[in-house]
């Protein structure tokens, strides 16, 4: 393994008992975590699973390129996997977000009320009604043959401090945790909770359909989604096994979104089943 780290020894004591990683970097700042896996992507021979952990990151970007506040008590890290690591096709790679949420909610969830705890499609985790996570998936290297999963959570984030509509729309887990949180305690388990996720997904991916429902957010909602260039409306049935959103509109047909952004949601829930 290779190991070039000056963050917590507890940490990286844990990191390097998982055998899954072979390359761990801790870096004191960098603009985006993911971008710095990115570069590295496109030179050779670089090992993989590479986890990549941020002490400061000032230039985080979520999905389509939207920033994301952070502060010391924000993890942010990224991992990156080679193709061979995935053993799939590459047209699955975009649930990795789902799997990667899936995994933080399970960690999550262990140090709040796990009902608090959901995943809003496609990769936003939420607590208490507010953001607290979210994944950016991306590909990387010459042959985009990598593919990189970022990940920022709000561990111990003093949103006071934010702007005001981040301190409307986000949560921090030192906020409802009954103990204090250190900022990277919970990366260990995160990674762990990551590898048994994708070990899980690539032998059946149908199976997240299931453990989503558990945690979806958006089930039995009424939502507006823009996809593909329209907007559409209807009540959420949670996904398929494919990680699409299904989506019954108001006419009765149910659609599977397979890529777009959930702009509102009601608080109201319509439906239980579908």
Same mark, same amino acid.
């Given at each position: 393994? $290779?190991?070039?780290? $000056?963050?917590? @020894?507890?940490?990286? $004591?844990?990191?390097?008992?998982?055998?899954?990683?072979?390359?761990?970097?801790?870096?004191?700042?960098?603009?985006?975590?993911?971008? *710095?896996?990115?570069?590295?992507?496109?030179?050779? @021979?670089?090992?993989?699973?590479?986890? %990549?952990?941020?002490?400061?990151?000032?230039?985080?970007?979520?999905?389509?390129?939207?920033?994301?506040?952070?502060?010391? /008590?924000?993890?942010?890290?990224?991992?990156? *996997?080679?193709?061979?690591?995935?053993?799939?096709?590459?047209?699955?790679?975009?649930?990795?977000?789902?799997?990667?949420?899936?995994?933080?909610?399970?960690?999550?969830?262990?140090?709040?009320?796990?009902?608090?705890?959901?995943?809003?499609?496609?990769?936003?985790?939420?607590?208490?009604? /507010?953001?607290?996570? /979210?994944?950016?998936?991306?590909?990387?290297?010459?042959?985009?043959?990598?593919?990189?999963?970022?990940?920022?959570?709000?561990?111990?984030? @003093?949103?006071?401090?934010?702007?005001?509509?981040?301190?409307?729309?986000?949560?921090?887990?030192? @906020?409802?945790?009954?103990?204090?949180?250190?900022?990277?305690?919970?990366?260990?388990?995160?990674?762990?909770? %990551?590898?048994?996720?994708?070990?899980?997904?690539?032998?059946?991916?149908?199976? %997240?359909?299931?453990?989503?429902?558990?945690?979806?957010?958006?089930?039995?909602?009424?939502?507006?989604?823009?996809?593909?260039?329209?907007?559409?409306?209807?009540?959420?049935?949670?996904?398929?096994?494919?990680?699409? *959103?299904?989506?019954?509109?108001?006419?009765?047909?149910?659609?599977?979104?397979?890529?777009?952004?959930?702009?509102?949601?009601?608080?109201?829930?319509?439906?239980?089943?579908?």
């Amino acid at each position: 393994m $290779q190991v070039d780290w $000056q963050g917590p @020894d507890a940490v990286l $004591q844990l990191l390097s008992r998982s055998g899954w990683l072979r390359s761990i970097r801790w870096v004191p700042e960098v603009d985006s975590t993911n971008r *710095l896996a990115k570069s590295l992507a496109d030179q050779a @021979d670089q090992p993989t699973p590479m986890l %990549i952990v941020a002490k400061s990151q000032t230039q985080g970007r979520g999905r389509l390129g939207r920033s994301w506040f952070s502060d010391s /008590g924000t993890l942010t890290f990224s991992l990156m *996997l080679a193709a061979p690591q995935l053993a799939v096709d590459r047209t699955r790679w975009p649930q990795l977000a789902l799997v990667a949420g899936l995994a933080v909610c399970d960690v999550v969830g262990e140090v709040v009320d796990p009902v608090a705890v959901q995943l809003k499609w496609p990769n936003d985790v939420y607590l208490a009604g /507010g953001k607290v996570a /979210g994944v950016l998936i991306e590909t990387a290297g010459r042959d985009n043959d990598h593919v990189v999963i970022g990940i920022g959570l709000n561990v111990a984030t @003093d949103l006071s401090k934010a702007p005001p509509e981040v301190q409307q729309r986000a949560r921090s887990i030192r @906020d409802y945790a009954d103990h204090r949180v250190e900022t990277f305690a919970v990366l260990p388990e995160i990674i762990d909770r %990551i590898a048994v996720r994708i070990a899980d997904w690539r032998t059946d991916s149908a199976a %997240i359909a299931d453990d989503f429902s558990k945690v979806c957010l958006l089930r039995g909602r009424r939502i507006e989604i823009n996809t593909a260039g329209q907007t559409l409306q209807g009540v959420c049935l949670g996904i398929d096994g494919d990680g699409a *959103l299904r989506v019954r509109r108001d006419e009765g047909e149910v659609v599977e979104v397979r890529s777009g952004e959930v702009v509102q949601w009601s608080d109201e829930v319509e439906v239980h089943d579908g």
